[in-house]
């Protein structure tokens, strides 16, 4: 069973600043994404990164996924209040055939509130 | 290009019966996967479908079940309920199964058992 941990729980942070989520595991992810939810809603894609190394880029929000495609990290530059949300990491892992199907495993969520 | 779609939004059952959850993918994709949301434990997978067939489960009870049609839409039943499948069920659609896809999620069914 694969586990993948996602750090911090919480983050309450002011406007304008900088803030980093961390996703490791302790298996090689085939691809790992990003996702933003709000309360009621389903989760929002942000990002889908594959290759080792790989950094993208979507506005202030730079994802950076590891060398050993084993952690992930997004990094918000000058939060804003909008950016208030639960942010989820989802990695895809190889099952035995080598094939990575549609099952996604989860983080726990980071719970990020921006205050004006 | 309309989002995934599920219905009903809300749902309010009893213990001991059964329920049938609905979703629409986004139109051409073929893959839909469907999940578990608790306060508690998170996202968690239940199974996915790609062209009618199941390819993948997670570790729930046989009283969760599904199944996808021809045109890729995909109901999800649970029978028997228990006041622990109170949840929020979500459904997502990519369209390969293959590592680079994402997966797009809809709205989600609130399922309330009492």
């Known amino acids: 069973t694969q586990l993948l941990e996602q750090s911090p729980q919480f983050l309450s942070i002011q406007e304008g600043e900088n803030l980093t989520v961390y996703c490791n595991s302790s298996?090689?992810?085939?691809?790992l994404q990003w996702y933003r939810q709000e309360p009621g809603e389903g989760p929002v894609l942000l990002v889908t990164?594959?290759?080792?190394?790989e950094v993208k880029k979507l506005k202030r929000l730079t994802f950076q996924f590891g060398d050993a495609r084993k952690d992930s990290s997004l990094h918000i530059t000058a939060a804003q209040p909008g950016d208030t949300g639960l942010y989820l990491c989802?990695?895809?892992?190889?099952?035995?055939?080598?094939?990575?199907?549609?099952?996604?495993?989860f983080g726990q969520g980071t719970i990020l509130t921006v205050h004006p | 290009k309309a989002g995934v779609t599920q219905t009903p939004r809300y749902l309010i059952k009893t213990r001991g019966q059964q329920v049938t959850l609905s979703c629409s993918p986004i139109s051409g994709h073929r893959s839909v996967s469907w999940y578990q949301q608790t306060p508690g434990q998170g996202l968690q997978f239940l199974f996915e479908y790609f062209s009618e067939t199941q390819r993948n489960k997670g570790n729930f009870p046989g009283r969760f079940s599904g199944r996808q049609f021809s045109n890729s839409r995909s109901e999800m039943n649970v029978s028997t309920l228990e006041l622990g499948d109170s949840a929020l069920y979500l459904c997502?659609?990519?369209?390969?199964?293959?590592?680079?896809?994402?997966?797009?999620f809809g709205p989600g069914t609130r399922l309330t058992v009492l």
């Open positions: 990164v594959v290759t080792g190394g």
């Open positions: 989802a990695g895809l892992y190889f099952n035995a055939g080598g094939t990575s199907y549609g099952k996604l495993t």
């Open positions: 298996s090689v992810f085939s691809s």
């Open positions: 997502a659609s990519s369209s390969t199964s293959g590592r680079a896809g994402g997966q797009y």
